[in-house]
């Protein structure tokens, strides 16, 4: 029975609104001061205050008390690496010695690691994996995440990731959108071959993740020694034309145009944006491609965080999302990621609160049905152990989510 009431929830975070939050917009987040909110079949159904009379017969509905705790509509993670094989515990100390996650790339380390150990576990081990990271999530309050491939970079390994990603997603309370990206890097089987590995990309990987549904959207790396933006541009019309949503790794390391392409072609979102350029973020407000932004990645690499304050006063539309992946960001870390959005990159609570829900949704095209309390969207809420959002900056790095709810159903 997916039919629950909350009632005299402190505030009830509404977040209300079915399209991302541009600028200013990010600041109004809708709250109803003591509220209670009905999910019926799984659908939000009501959102009153507690002086309106409950509408309905409650007797087929679960009753939970939220006296003093404040209500919001589940986090959504835009952009992680969940599903992967091996660790990099050894380059991270290495990287605390003083090289350079580009180095390490070089020489063989990163991404073409993680690659040669996913390559090696079966679907079982993934899946294994995958669930205990996502039990972690779902206890930060993150309801819906999104997932890349990326790791396998061959037909074999990459259609694995994504299945094992379809697979968790009818197992797991956690809602998964899979990414297809196939251009993560150059694997080393390819190497003096990136336009024929592009080829191989477009012509054989599309059709056949188009064709059995795995991902409806695809991602590239475009970065400096990895994928240029003449390369990316190629890639994502070819992905267009095939009927996919599009994503982007835009000026992570070296400023090179990244997010002035995903504005030229629509993408969904430019992610990362550590170096964008002025230009980059005056292009970026002007389009509805949203900047996710990645602050666990910049702390973990010990770089300069993306100018969020000037995006927000811009008039870009903000995301926020953790990056969870082996290497340049092993964390999930939600409390700490609201502590850098706010403390180091001058987001106000309210504006993280809206990037990582309503405009977190919009990043992956689903802003219509989850990311706010509206009454028709997918009944998946937190409950916090505060009676104020605030809190999630402040009480800095501390878990305080105290219940989730997935479709109506408490999960935690
Ligand atoms: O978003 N920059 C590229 N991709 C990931 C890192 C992947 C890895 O290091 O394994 C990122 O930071
Ligand atoms: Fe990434």
Same mark, same amino acid.
């Given at each position: 029975?997916?039919?629950?009431?909350?009632?005299?929830?402190?505030?009830?975070?509404?977040?209300?609104?079915?399209?991302?939050?541009?600028?200013?917009?990010?600041?109004?987040?809708?709250?109803?001061?003591?509220?209670?909110?009905?999910?019926?079949?799984?659908?939000?159904?009501?959102?009153?205050?507690?002086?309106?009379?409950?509408?309905?017969?409650?007797?087929?509905?679960?009753?939970?008390?939220?006296?003093?705790?404040?209500?919001?509509?589940?986090?959504?993670?835009?952009?992680?690496?969940?599903?992967?094989?091996?660790?990099?515990?050894?380059?991270?100390?290495?990287?605390?010695?003083?090289?350079?996650?580009?180095?390490?790339?070089?020489?063989?380390?990163?991404?073409?690691?993680?690659?040669?150990?996913?390559?090696?576990?079966?679907?079982?081990?993934?899946?294994?994996?995958?669930?205990?990271?996502?039990?972690?999530?779902?206890?930060?309050?993150?309801?819906?995440?999104?997932?890349?491939?990326?790791?396998?970079?061959?037909?074999?390994?990459?259609?694995?990731?994504?299945?094992?990603?379809?697979?968790?997603?009818?197992?797991?309370?956690?809602?998964?959108?899979?990414?297809?990206?196939?251009?993560?890097?150059?694997?080393?089987?390819?190497?003096?071959?990136?336009?024929?590995?592009?080829?191989?990309?477009?012509?054989?990987?599309?059709?056949?993740?188009?064709?059995?549904?795995?991902?409806?959207?695809?991602?590239?790396?475009?970065?400096?020694?990895?994928?240029?933006?003449?390369? &990316?541009?190629?890639?994502?019309? @070819?992905?267009?034309?095939?009927?996919?949503?599009?994503?982007? =790794? +835009? !000026?992570? #390391?070296? $400023?090179?145009?990244?997010?002035?392409?995903?504005?030229?072609?629509?993408?969904?979102?430019?992610?990362?944006?550590?170096?964008?350029?002025?230009?980059?973020?005056?292009?970026?407000?002007?389009?509805?491609?949203?900047?996710?932004?990645?602050?666990?990645?910049?702390?973990?690499?010990?770089?300069?965080?993306?100018?969020?304050?000037?995006?927000?006063?811009?008039?870009?539309?903000?995301?926020?999302?953790?990056?969870?992946?082996?290497?340049?960001?092993?964390?999930?870390?939600?409390?700490?990621?609201?502590?850098?959005?706010?403390?180091?990159?001058?987001?106000? &609570?309210?504006?993280?609160?809206? @990037?990582?829900?309503?405009?977190?949704?919009?990043?992956?095209? =689903? +802003? !219509?049905? #989850?990311? $706010?309390?509206?009454?028709?969207?997918?009944?998946?809420?937190?409950?916090?152990?505060?009676?104020?959002?605030?809190?999630?900056?402040?009480?800095?790095?501390?878990?305080?989510?105290?219940?989730?709810?997935?479709?109506?159903?408490?999960?935690?």
């Amino acid at each position: 029975m997916n039919n629950l009431i909350i009632q005299n929830a402190s505030q009830v975070v509404t977040c209300s609104g079915f399209t991302g939050k541009r600028g200013k917009e990010m600041s109004n987040l809708k709250v109803i001061e003591n509220g209670t909110v009905i999910v019926t079949e799984g659908i939000i159904s009501h959102i009153l205050r507690n002086d309106e009379p409950i509408p309905i017969d409650t007797q087929s509905y679960n009753i939970i008390d939220a006296t003093g705790k404040a209500l919001l509509p589940g986090f959504v993670d835009p952009h992680t690496h969940f599903v992967f094989g091996g660790y990099r515990e050894e380059e991270f100390s290495w990287r605390l010695r003083g090289d350079s996650y580009m180095e390490l790339m070089r020489r063989g380390g990163g991404i073409d690691n993680t690659t040669r150990a996913t390559r090696c576990e079966t679907e079982k081990e993934l899946v294994a994996s995958g669930k205990q990271r996502l039990n972690a999530m779902l206890r930060m309050g993150i309801t819906t995440v999104e997932g890349k491939s990326g790791y396998g970079l061959d037909k074999e390994t990459e259609l694995k990731q994504l299945r094992v990603m379809q697979q968790l997603n009818e197992d797991h309370p956690v809602d998964i959108i899979p990414t297809y990206m196939g251009a993560h890097a150059i694997p080393s089987d390819w190497k003096g071959s990136k336009d024929e590995f592009l080829n191989f990309q477009i012509e054989e990987m599309f059709p056949l993740v188009a064709q059995h549904k795995l991902a409806r959207a695809v991602d590239i790396f475009c970065e400096k020694d990895v994928f240029s933006i003449e390369q &990316s541009r190629r890639y994502l019309l @070819a992905a267009r034309e095939q009927g996919f949503q599009l994503k982007m =790794h +835009a !000026d992570e #390391i070296v $400023s090179l145009g990244g997010a002035e392409l995903a504005a030229e072609l629509g993408c969904l979102s430019a992610d990362h944006l550590l170096q964008v350029s002025d230009k980059g973020i005056r292009v970026l407000a002007e389009t509805g491609t949203v900047a996710t932004l990645l602050p666990l990645t910049a702390f973990s690499l010990k770089e300069n965080y993306a100018r969020a304050r000037e995006m927000i006063d811009a008039g870009c539309i903000v995301a926020l999302a953790t990056d969870l992946n082996p290497g340049s960001s092993f964390s999930a870390s939600v409390p700490l990621l609201f502590a850098l959005a706010c403390i180091y990159m001058n987001m106000t &609570s309210e504006e993280a609160v809206s @990037a990582f829900t309503i405009n977190s949704a919009a990043a992956l095209g =689903h +802003a !219509d049905r #989850i990311g $706010s309390i509206d009454v028709g969207k997918q009944g998946d809420l937190i409950l916090l152990q505060f009676p104020s959002y605030k809190f999630l900056p402040y009480h800095v790095g501390m878990n305080i989510v105290e219940c989730v709810i997935k479709k109506g159903e408490k999960v935690v």
